[in-house]
């Protein structure tokens, strides 16, 4: 794995749940290559937490926290949609991807990773940033559908009527 710079901390994944570790702080969202190819631009910062802590099972995990804005583009309008992520997440550290693929998947339980000695925080906070992005960005109101919306009184099928009646 290449080194990293020192920004971009690496983690023994046991050994900080085992410490109980933390480590915080704010990077650009331009230091997250694989999450700016998905945004309008590069801009804004996101702030992120790492706790480690053993659970009640004796099982190493990672608290992971993160919070934001991401600028993405409307799928609707083409427009710029602020998207701010509140990331919390909790993940189960093991030593294969044998045991991970063990452990049936549940929607409300922990994720399960393999931990390494050289985890890239940046990469976790990544990982779980792109999951938290909308399959289809768009605005709750937005000024395309606004646009495209019929006018009231008037039908789809207004059009049409006249047209069968011989009206010009």
């Known amino acids: 794995m290449p080194q990293q710079p020192a920004q971009f901390p690496l983690i ?32 804004g910062m996101i702030e992120y937490e790492v706790r480690g802590s053993v659970n009640a099972h004796g099982q190493p995990q990672l608290a ?20 701010a992520p509140k990331l919390d997440a ?13 452990e049936p998947m549940t929607a409300e339980g922990p994720d399960s990773i393999v931990a390494t000695k050289e985890m890239s925080l940046r990469d976790l ?18 000024a395309a559908r606004a646009q495209r919306a019929p006018q ?12 069968l009646r011989g009206d010009k």
């Not at 992971?64 to 998207?83: I, K």
């Not at 550290?93 to 045991?99: F, G, N, P, R, Y």
């Open 12 to 43: 023994d994944g046991f050994k900080f749940a085992a410490a109980g570790g933390r480590a915080h702080g704010t990077w650009p969202v331009s230091a997250f290559p694989r999450l700016r190819d998905l945004l309008l631009d590069d801009s």
């Open 64 to 83: 992971l926290r993160a919070s934001g804005t991401l600028r993405l583009t409307c799928r609707r309008c083409l427009g710029v949609l602020e998207f």
């Open 90 to 102: 909790t993940l189960l550290l093991v030593s294969t991807q044998a045991e991970v693929d063990a």
């Open 125 to 142: 906070v990544e990982d779980e940033l792109l999951l938290a992005l909308p399959f289809a960005p768009r605005h709750e109101v937005c």
């Open 152 to 163: 009231a009184g008037q039908t789809p099928f207004a059009g049409l009527r006249s047209k």
